[in-house]
Structures are given as structure tokens and as C-alpha cells.
């Protein structure tokens, strides 16, 4: 069965610090692959996602993630992180033709101002 | 443009009650629809999905069960709820190979 790790189940950073939250998942075929963010109280949100064609996609808020086949690896990265970034992210892997998607157990990220 | 509806927002229920969650989409037709439950720590559990109108896939066999009685309509329910049935549960929806939209949530707690 298809899984996904996240490595890190908190993160604890300052303003204007580099993000990178790491994501593996376990599935050797063709993937797609999504972030999810989750702010407090609010529902979750598809931040980025990635299907085909360039390995690196730029989401919204100035996140991107970079697929790296060869390391089944879909890490999210920030150059400069601000305290409203400050929520849970989740690392999401569907087989390509598959409905449904397996999810990380997710990261808190808590940026300090 | 669509939306989709999820309530209650909290539950609370006693121990042996039944439960019924329900989920609505609107601006779409003939969604995948899916029931998740998120617990702190562990992410997000798929329970079950469906890909049309009375069929339904349960991906973790326990006390709940789902149906899709209309095209927009995602039910969750228990016959008799369990303590471990407490959590957050989540409904989502999506069309071909995009990614979910989900509901706000249901919070239940069993006591």
C-alpha cells in the first residue's frame, strides 16, 4: 500500500527564515503529488500540486515544492517564512489513475514574529 | 462555482447513539466524494469514497458506514457509536485528476 512520510512533526522557525518541510512516499509508478495547508480553524486548503512536466511547482503564498523521482521525494520550501504561514501542512500522494490520495500525518509549522 | 457543505460543525454523542454526518456539493454533478478523519498527530485516515450514486468504497473496516443516496450527497453513520469514534471528520470532493476540496469539518465527540 502507498505511504507517505513527512519528517518533521513540528517545526519551530523565526520570521524571515527558509523553510523546508520533507515529504517521501512509498509508490514506484507515476504519481501526482500535492501540499495541503491547514490554519487555525480553517479547513484545508491545496496549497500546490504536481502532475507532469517541470519538477519544480510554485503554489500560492510564495511556497513551492520540488519532485525529485529518483528520491520519491515532493519536499515544500519557503525563502522567507512569515508568522501568518504559521499552520499544519500535509503531504498528499495519488497513483496516477487512482481517486483517492494517501495522506502524511502532517507537520506544525509555528513561526515566532 | 462550487462549494461544499458539511454539518454539524460539533457533535456530541453519547456512548450506543447513532450517528449521522452529512455532506453536500453544489456547482458540480457526478463528484468523487470522499469521508476522512483526522486525528492530531496521525493526519488524515481515508474511511470511504464513492465515485457515483449508491457506490461506495470503504478503505478501513469499524463501527461507521457511508452512503450516497443522491448524485451532491455524502452520508457518514453509525448504528452505535463507539468512544474510539471520536474525531474530526472530514468530507471532500474532486472531478477527474484535480485535487480535493474539502468540507469545514465535523468535530464529534463520544462520551
Known amino acids: 500500500a502507498q505511504s507517505v512520510s513527512q519528517h518533521n512533526h513540528h517545526v519551530i522557525l523565526s520570521e524571515a527564515a527558509s523553510l523546508e518541510l520533507g515529504c517521501n512516499y512509498s509508490y514506484g509508478g507515476t504519481v501526482n503529488l500535492f501540499w495541503y495547508v491547514q490554519y487555525p480553524g480553517q479547513h484545508l486548503q491545496l496549497l500546490l500540486k504536481?502532475?507532469?512536466?517541470?519538477?519544480l511547482v510554485k503554489g500560492i503564498k510564495g511556497f513551492e515544492a520540488e519532485f525529485i523521482k529518483s528520491k520519491f521525494s515532493f519536499n515544500l520550501r519557503k525563502p522567507s517564512v512569515q508568522w501568518s504561514d504559521t499552520a499544519e501542512y500535509f503531504c498528499a500522494v495519488r497513483e496516477s489513475g487512482y481517486s483517492t490520495l494517501t495522506f502524511g500525518k502532517g507537520t506544525m509549522l509555528l513561526v515566532s514574529p | 462555482s462550487q462549494t461544499i457543505h458539511q454539518w454539524p460543525a460539533t457533535l456530541v454523542q453519547p456512548v450506543g447513539s447513532p450517528l449521522s454526518l452529512e455532506c453536500t456539493v453544489e456547482g458540480t454533478s457526478n463528484p468523487n466524494l470522499y469521508w476522512y478523519r483526522q486525528a492530531a498527530g496521525r493526519g488524515l485516515q481515508l474511511l470511504f469514497y464513492?465515485?457515483?450514486?449508491?457506490?461506495i468504497s470503504s478503505e478501513v473496516p469499524q463501527n461507521l458506514s457511508a452512503s450516497r443516496p443522491q448524485d451532491r450527497q455524502f452520508i457518514l453513520s453509525s448504528k452505535k457509536l463507539l468512544l474510539s469514534d471520536s474525531g474530526f471528520y472530514l468530507c471532500a470532493w474532486t472531478q477527474g485528476v484535480n485535487g480535493y476540496t474539502f468540507g469545514s469539518g465535523t468535530r464529534l465527540t463520544v462520551v
Open positions: 464513492s465515485v457515483g450514486i449508491g457506490q
Open positions: 504536481y502532475f507532469s512536466g517541470d519538477p
